[in-house]
């Protein structure tokens, strides 16, 4: 039996199994719905960002491999809970935290999704803009936006098998576009930039943390993607392919970013996309589509997940109702955040990995080392959600540096921010005593 095009709206559809019948999704798709939502200006930003922090070539690309695979690996990991719940990512989460507790990550992960869609549609917008001015019109910014939220949007309505399809086909156009235009750069020539001074301690740990969180923040969403496989699917090439496809993308991009920062005035979507159409003259414009078109990929995932969060988070309605929602909410904060991209990516990224550290500590130490039985999940507030709710706020408080608040352990560590292992490992064990405890009694 073939899975319809258009995905069950129900919100009965998001808390239960994927039905046997339907578990027919290829295993390619594995490495595309991990590849794809990656390609963009984010991560060449997130490369820029790096010298604005004051990391040299050398240590940067050391940042960009070690926070990569420190990140990448949790996301493959939890993908491999797909197949055999035929569950989402936080429905699946049940298991170690109750029908109950989920309720608070489930809200957090669409709060999440929401924020992430402005982020990835600010750069987008701008791409759209400055390609439509090459023909002559000014294209006002929230008209812009709205073009391609309501694409965003539209593909999330239709669900799991059209955001799939999206990032497979769609994905591979542009990952000859972007290829393309790093070959472009390379050929070109840039020069490497250099330290002013010796790199802290500090600095590295921040930007390694970035780079970490740039890709751990798709763990919630990863079993999202692969619940459709067949239940018997291997876990091993699951996560191998999920692991490829978030490094293949994330890596390649950050350090182009890193080449071409210093051709870059600030680590900003507009000085980005400045600086790409420049650099592929006369094929600008292709460069301007392909990155107006990344956002698609990116957010039709983001609007997706979104939709199944809300309704994880308690709130009964319609998939297609949580969608527009989220989409509409995604606008208005990317009409309002626009002017101050740089500083609220950087907080953003960081503050978001606070929550999803435990979760993703408790989740993997659920599975990994638990009873991998698919049974009900309990109807109450376990003793996971507690550790969830105690180890999220505790690093916040502890460990974070934004903007917005340094807590006191970070000042003392000279403004190093080890929050977020210390939360997924604190969550983890925790969570992997309790386990240990319960079967010894």
């Known amino acids: 039996m073939t899975a319809p095009l258009l ?4 919100a009965d559809a998001v808390r239960e199994p ?9 295993m390619d798709r594995v490495f595309w719905s991990h590849f794809s939502p990656n390609l963009g200006p984010g991560g060449w930003v997130t490369g820029a960002l790096l010298v604005s922090l004051g990391l040299d070539f050398r240590t940067g690309v050391l940042a960009v491999l070690l926070g990569n695979i420190i990140g990448a690996l949790p996301v493959a990991l939890a993908a491999a809970v797909g197949p055999p719940t035929g569950l989402t990512q936080m429905e699946a989460s049940r298991r170690a935290l109750g029908t109950t507790g989920v309720h608070p990550p489930a809200f957090l992960n669409w709060i999440y999704c929401v924020g992430w869609d402005a982020v990835n549609n600010v750069p987008a917008a701008a791409a759209l803009i400055a390609l439509v001015s090459l023909a002559g019109p000014s294209l006002p910014f929230w008209l812009a936006l709205g073009i391609l939220a309501s694409i965003q949007m539209v593909a999330s309505v239709y669900g799991h098998h059209v955001v799939q399809a999206l990032q497979k086909y769609l994905g591979a156009v542009l990952l000859v576009v972007f290829t393309v235009m790093g070959i472009t750069l390379a050929v070109r020539g840039t020069s490497t930039p250099a330290a002013h001074q010796p790199v802290s301690f500090a600095t590295f740990l921040l930007a390694t943390g970035i780079l970490v969180s740039f890709n751990l923040s798709w763990a919630s969403y990863s079993s999202d993607y692969t619940r459709y496989l067949p239940a018997d699917s291997s876990p091993s090439k699951v996560v191998g392919l999920a692991l490829s496809g978030l490094l293949c993308s994330a890596v390649p991009f950050q350090i182009l970013g890193l080449f071409t920062a210093a051709s870059i005035a600030e680590p900003s979507p507009v000085a980005v996309i400045t600086s790409l159409q420049n650099a592929m003259h006369p094929l600008g414009a292709i460069a301007l589509a392909a990155i107006a078109l990344s956002s698609i990929t990116g957010n039709s995932f983001n609007d997706n ?7 994880s988070a308690g709130i009964h309605i319609p998939r ?4 527009i929602i989220t989409a509409s909410l995604g606008y208005v904060l990317a009409v309002l955040g626009a002017g101050r991209y740089a500083s609220l990516y950087t907080d953003y990224l960081l503050v978001t990995m606070y929550w999803i550290a435990p979760w993703t500590g408790i989740v993997l130490a659920d599975w990994y080392l638990g009873d991998r039985t698919i049974k009900p999940a309990p109807r109450v507030w376990t003793h996971g959600a507690t550790i969830f709710a105690v180890t999220s706020v505790l690093t916040i408080a502890l460990f974070s540096v934004s903007s917005l608040w340094t807590g006191p352990v970070a000042k003392w560590l000279g403004g190093a921010d080890i929050g977020y292992y210390v939360g ?5 064990f925790w969570y992997a005593a309790g386990l240990k405890k319960a079967r010894q009694s």
Do not use: C, G, N, Q
Request: net charge negative.
């Open 7 to 10: 995905e069950d709206l129900s």
């Open 18 to 26: 994927v039905p046997t019948a339907l578990k027919t999704m290829p």
């Open 305 to 311: 997940t979104a939709s199944y969060s809300l309704i």
């Open 320 to 323: 297609v109702t949580a969608a």
């Open 424 to 428: 997924f490992f604190t969550a983890f």
